[in-house]
């Protein structure tokens, strides 16, 4: 695939994000341990981030963040993508009450809100990650769902899935060369966007202290540890703001359509 | 305005990025005669029509003269060149039920014209475009959507738009494409009286038809270049060049009639067949019968339900009375089909030799099977390696027929199948498929919206009431059934 200009900048920001989490270890700071008497160092020294309220070396603690936060959004997305897409396919070629059912179970879903959703999900173990990438994936393959459901339906309304019928073709044969192509590149997009509204979701949930708790790094609850200190250390709360924002961005810049 | 009438172009050159891609085209076109373009797709025709308006895809460059009205066209800037859309040149579109805006009624569709291009206040383009509705036939339209009207209807509504917007000169870019003979004269009688009202008029076709019932002048198109020009009719009638004389003889009405076949073992067979679509019954009643090696057409207007009475045959949808049954020696994979847009009809991401390597798997097909069709339907072995989109309509549609051949199949629906190719296309689409199932003893179901076509190929024609234009009068059309031998 050509890549796009716009395309590549994603690409680029996604890549300096994973790389900075993997790379971010061979600093060798351990980002939970504490020393009060670093507490809110500025950028510089054995600390080329600085350090948090507690003295832990920021540099560790945001890799770590990133890490925890690109691992998670990639599974939720993906445990949203797989089963959404392969139920839209279902759905489209069986018809009838499975369609129906289907279709009446992603209504019932979407009609909830999907924080509440997840916040629901996550209270039956507070702290615990497994609910909130329950939650998560609970709430975001209805889009998948609907996306491959509808192009899928459209798709197998066309002649040329009447004309592979005539000729013998079965179900398998009309999924991987006629409804597969057409839903693959919708699904790709629609991930990078879900692993977008991850990473914010996770972020968003951690800071009201849902899910991700002190001390673990998170870049969430990194900034409402971090909130009091913004007159001290305002390039401290700023930054996981960033890595946020950069990792969004470079994942809905990578999911942008190209418009020929 | 006191200078010259008249569109004038001389030595009209468009060059791309591949090289010049029209050259040396001049002409006069004078208010109230036609001027006609005939030509095959990709000759030049449309790009000719696109550098009058100024309009020419990104990367193409037109050099030569175009005058308009005394004004040279080509030095101005596009902004200007714009400005003279609608006020000046209009454009009908090709597809206009496509190019009307679907979520509004069709009268304010004009009166906006009116109202916002020559600042009308509302009322009075109210009664303007009645008066023009009037005019062309289309009173107790202007409250309906495009897709409540029929197509010749929606060629009317558009055709009263760019009357409204009052340009002198009008641009038609095959304005009778899938439109049936009925429709295709009207369309054409508007054509001719818009140059009777003393409009200039430029049509692009490929239909002879067409070119003879505008009359004025015709200039035909080859490859980029002018290859004759004259007067209408008796550049028809005695056409100079080859490739003219090869395209008025490819017209259906001019073809030899297909060798009668006589008809074996029953293949489909329907009796009392009745349907309905959207409350309005297309047919009831029916019988039909086709038989083994036979050639049997179904004729109609558009709309009047031909299409779905050879899908009903073929079991592709259900009847709502009556009954339809195979032979007993029809085997599951009997009943084939051709698409009328044969791009729809084949998976796009998929180079056609793959597609054709798997069906033969599929069936367990000896391989050689296409290699030995491709030189039988003049197709080179080099496209199998493209997509559908890659290759011509022609070629496309050659290569379903490939694709059911290797089937085998006993009864053959050909669904308008060749009306979206050029007529030199079609006559040899159609002399492929006739020659095809003549070798096989295959039976041929054809639809046609052309009366001339069915009567040269089929043994039987099976005429269908006409409820084309009707659409949303709601005519009844009456279940006629005309078994015809020829």
């Known amino acids: 695939m050509r890549l796009s200009r716009k395309r590549l900048a994603g690409g680029l920001m996604l890549a300096a994000v994973a790389a900075f989490a993997l790379l971010g270890p061979l600093h060798g700071a351990d980002p939970l341990r504490q020393n009060l008497s670093d507490a809110l160092l500025p950028p510089g020294g054995a600390h080329p981030l600085g350090t948090d309220h507690l003295g832990r070396d920021l540099l560790a603690r945001l890799a770590a963040g990133a890490r925890l936060s690109f691992g998670f959004a990639l599974l939720a997305a993906l445990a949203a993508a797989v089963p959404g897409t392969l139920l839209g396919l279902l759905a489209a070629l069986s018809g009838g009450w499975t369609e129906r059912l289907l279709l009446g179970l992603a209504d019932a879903v979407q009609a909830l809100p999907a924080l509440l959703l997840v916040v629901l999900v996550t209270a039956f173990a507070p702290g615990a990650f497994l609910p909130l990438y329950l939650g998560l994936a609970l709430a975001l393959w209805v889009e998948f769902f609907r996306i491959s459901r509808n192009t899928a339906a459209g798709v197998l309304a066309r002649p040329q899935v009447e004309a592979a019928r005539l000729l013998g073709f079965g179900r398998w044969h009309i999924l991987r060369r006629h409804l597969w192509p057409e839903v693959a590149p919708l699904a790709a997009t629609l991930f990078a966007f879900a692993a977008g509204t991850a990473v914010t979701t996770i972020a968003a949930l951690a800071f009201i202290g849902v899910a991700a708790r002190p001390p673990v790094p998170e870049w969430g609850s990194m900034m409402t540890e971090l909130l009091p200190y913004h007159a001290e250390a305002p390039l401290a709360l700023l930054l996981p703001g960033m890595l946020i924002f950069l990792t969004v961005l470079g994942l809905h810049l990578l999911a942008g359509r190209e418009r020929a | 305005m006191t200078a010259p009438m008249g569109l004038i172009v001389e030595d009209l050159r468009i060059t791309g990025p591949e090289g010049v891609l029209m050259r040396g085209a001049g002409f006069t076109l004078r208010p109230g005669e036609p001027l006609v373009l005939l030509g095959e797709t990709g000759s030049g025709k449309s790009l000719l029509a696109q550098a009058v308006m100024g309009a020419l895809p990104p990367g193409l460059r037109a050099e030569g003269r175009i005058v308009l009205a005394g004004r040279d066209l080509l030095p101005l800037p596009p902004r200007e060149r714009r400005a003279l859309w609608g006020r000046c040149i209009a454009m009908l579109p090709q597809e206009p039920w496509a190019a009307l805006d679907p979520a509004m009624r069709a009268a304010p569709q004009v009166e906006e014209v009116d109202r916002l291009v020559h600042g009308r206040p509302a009322a009075e383009a109210r009664r303007r475009t009645a008066a023009r509705f009037r005019h062309l036939g289309l009173e107790g339209a202007g409250g309906r959507y495009p897709f409540q009207l029929s197509g010749g209807m929606n060629q009317r509504v558009a055709l009263a738009a760019t009357e409204a917007a009052g340009a002198d000169l009008l641009i038609a870019d095959e304005p009778t494409k899938g439109l049936d003979a009925d429709l295709r004269d009207t369309a054409g009688r508007l054509l001719r009286g818009e140059a009777e009202a003393g409009r200039m008029l430029l049509v692009i076709t490929h239909d002879v038809a067409l070119a003879r019932l505008l009359g004025g002048r015709a200039m035909v198109m080859l490859a980029g270049e002018v290859i004759e020009e004259g007067p209408l009719p008796d550049l028809l009638e005695a056409p100079r060049h080859d490739y003219t004389r090869r395209l008025v003889g490819a017209e259906p009405s001019r073809w030899a009639p297909w060798p009668r076949r006589a008809a074996g073992r029953m293949v489909v067979e329907a009796r009392g067949l009745g349907k309905r679509l959207g409350?309005?019954?297309?047919?009831?009643?029916?019988?039909?019968?086709?038989?083994?090696?036979?050639?049997?057409?179904?004729?109609?207007?558009?709309?009047?339900?031909?299409?779905?009475?050879?899908?009903?045959?073929?079991?592709?949808?259900?009847?709502?009375?009556?009954?339809?049954?195979?032979?007993?020696?029809?085997?599951?994979?009997?009943?084939?089909?051709?698409?009328?847009?044969?791009?729809?009809?084949?998976?796009?991401?998929?180079?056609?030799?793959?597609?054709?390597?798997?069906?033969?798997?599929?069936?367990?097909?000896?391989?050689?099977?296409?290699?030995?069709?491709?030189?039988?339907?003049?197709?080179?072995?080099?496209?199998?390696?493209?997509?559908?989109?890659?290759?011509?309509?022609?070629?496309?549609?050659?290569?379903?027929?490939?694709?059911?051949?290797?089937?085998?199949?006993?009864?053959?629906?050909?669904?308008?199948?060749?009306?979206?190719?050029?007529?030199?296309m079609q006559q040899e689409v159609m002399a492929l498929l006739g020659e095809a199932a003549a070798e096989r003893g295959t039976a041929l179901l054809v639809v046609t919206h052309e009366a001339a076509l069915a009567e040269k190929v089929a043994g039987r024609v099976v005429r269908l009431g006409a409820g084309g234009e009707a659409g949303a009068e709601g005519a009844r059309p009456a279940p006629e059934l005309a078994g015809q031998g020829i």
């Open chain 2, 279 to 424: 409350g309005r019954e297309l047919f009831g009643g029916l019988d039909l019968t086709v038989g083994e090696g036979e050639v049997v057409a179904i004729a109609g207007r558009s709309g009047c339900g031909k299409t779905t009475l050879g899908n009903l045959l073929l079991g592709l949808a259900r009847p709502d009375a009556g009954m339809v049954r195979q032979g007993g020696q029809v085997g599951p994979l009997g009943l084939q089909k051709l698409y009328q847009d044969p791009l729809a009809a084949f998976a796009p991401s998929q180079p056609l030799g793959q597609g054709l390597a798997e069906l033969c798997r599929r069936h367990g097909l000896a391989a050689g099977g296409v290699a030995a069709l491709l030189p039988r339907l003049r197709l080179a072995p080099a496209l199998l390696a493209r997509r559908p989109s890659e290759v011509s309509g022609g070629e496309l549609q050659r290569f379903g027929l490939l694709r059911a051949l290797l089937l085998e199949p006993a009864l053959l629906f050909a669904d308008e199948a060749t009306s979206r190719l050029d007529p030199l």
